[in-house]
């Protein structure tokens, strides 16, 4: 499975950025979808998951500012980003958990995009 992410910039606090995270390979079915990141120095953390079904869950520190959604058509998530801190500052990945066109259960991360929020 390939994870192609997209979306990061510079932004200034306050504004806004979408990411993307198109999923292509070896997929028969894909399931749960998420978004983590990872701040230098930090350790990685849930940002927010979706599951096939479209039912949601979102870190308390997005919450009311961040929204993913999915396309199912087209194995394609979203991470809607507004009213952007500096402290959202990170490298965003994208995470996929799917099935093959064999049936295994696949875990896969997308490159990672970053996401500056700095004026």
């Known amino acids: 499975v390939q994870l192609q992410a997209s979306g990061g910039g510079l932004v200034q606090p306050g504004g806004s950025l979408r990411l993307s995270c198109a999923a292509s390979?070896?997929?028969?079915?894909?399931?749960?979808m998420a978004w983590y990141r990872q701040a230098p120095g930090k350790r990685r953390e849930l940002v927010a998951l979706?599951?096939?079904?479209?039912?949601?869950n979102y870190a308390d520190f997005v919450k009311g500012r961040f929204t993913i959604s999915r396309d199912n058509a087209n194995n394609t998530m979203y991470l809607q980003m507004n009213t952007l801190k500096p402290e959202d500052t990170a490298v965003y990945y994208c995470?996929?958990?799917?099935?093959?066109?064999?049936?295994?259960?696949?875990?896969?991360w997308g490159q990672g995009t970053l996401v500056t929020v700095s004026s």
């Open positions: 979706i599951t096939s079904s479209g039912s949601t």
């Open positions: 995470n996929v958990g799917s099935r093959s066109l064999a049936g295994q259960y696949q875990d896969s």
């Open positions: 390979g070896s997929i028969s079915s894909v399931n749960r």
